[in-house]
């Protein structure tokens, strides 16, 4: 297999000053499931890359490309589970894939889309779209003076005030863990946070930007109502298909607004 030139945070670091202020040309999005994927795929006629040198050999992850109006954009989906079939989703998959999408495609900007769940308490509705302000986990537990700060991971986004204000988003906290249901600890876990939307990928995909430097911002389509009287599962099931096409909407509004931009004008 052909390795991609393998980049250090140090070096991308030292290149971050001159991302701010040059136009924005490269995005990685990266989404958990091809339900979240297809309509994107369809929206900016990417095309599935055959260059089968990308990732290493054996793994199940999937690249699109293509370009829209002045950008290069790469949707990196981490495909099938090999021995179940299920889509890949969680922590592990959407740190691997970050990762090894830096390291090959060296993006300016990533972009997390993908469902989640959220917190009438909060105010979220079905179909609802957040653009996170904070990410962190809820059930990394590590009862240990500052291990755990570490678990907990807590790290602010990419600050886009003028990417709300033009596309008029809501805003919230966005808490993740490896588990569609909440247990007791993990919901005391969510409330500490004080998240409004809880998902599988986000805070993993933020750590590792954050290792390397990249801006990343996180577009959430509320699926189901954590605090509400469905259960989880069944609600997120019977809302997937529609609350996909309200996040296609919103990741297309997003690229436009990006599109000739560098990261200050966001």
């Known amino acids: 297999m052909a390795q991609p030139e393998d980049i250090g945070a140090e070096t991308v670091k ?4 001159e991302r701010s202020v040059s136009p ?31 990732f290493p050999k054996g793994v199940p992850w999937v690249r699109y490309h293509g370009t829209y109006k002045d950008l290069h954009i790469n949707l990196i989906w981490p495909g099938k589970d090999l021995a179940l079939g299920v889509d890949s989703v969680g922590t592990v998959s959407a740190s691997l894939i970050t990762y090894a999408s830096i ?27 957040y653009l996170a302000s904070d990410v962190a986990f809820h059930d990394r537990r590590i009862p240990i003076p500052v291990f755990d700060t570490y678990g907990i991971g807590a790290r602010r986004t990419c600050f886009t005030p003028n990417l709300i204000k033009e596309l008029n988003l809501k805003v919230g906290k966005l808490s993740t863990g490896d588990s569609l249901d909440m247990t007791p600890q993990d919901e005391a876990a969510i409330l500490a946070n004080d998240a409004t939307v809880k998902d599988m990928e986000g805070a993993a995909i933020a750590y590792v930007a954050d290792l390397f430097s990249i801006p990343a911002i996180f577009v959430k389509a509320v699926t189901d109502i954590i605090d509400g009287e469905k259960p989880t599962a069944e609600e997120f099931i019977q809302n997937l298909v529609a609350v996909t096409e309200a996040l296609d909407q919103a990741v297309t509004q997003v690229i436009d607004f990006i599109s000739a931009k560098c990261l200050s004008h966001l």
Do not use: H, W, Y
């Open 14 to 17: 030292e290149l971050a000053p």
């Open 24 to 54: 924005i040309s490269n995005i990685v999005i990266i989404i958990a499931m091809q339900t979240e994927a297809i309509p994107l795929i369809n929206r900016f006629k990417l095309s599935e890359d055959t260059d089968q040198s990308l």
């Open 103 to 129: 390291q090959a495609l060296k993006p300016d900007l990533i972009i997390n889309a993908g469902t989640a769940g959220g917190f009438r308490a909060k105010g979220a509705c079905v179909g609802d779209i």
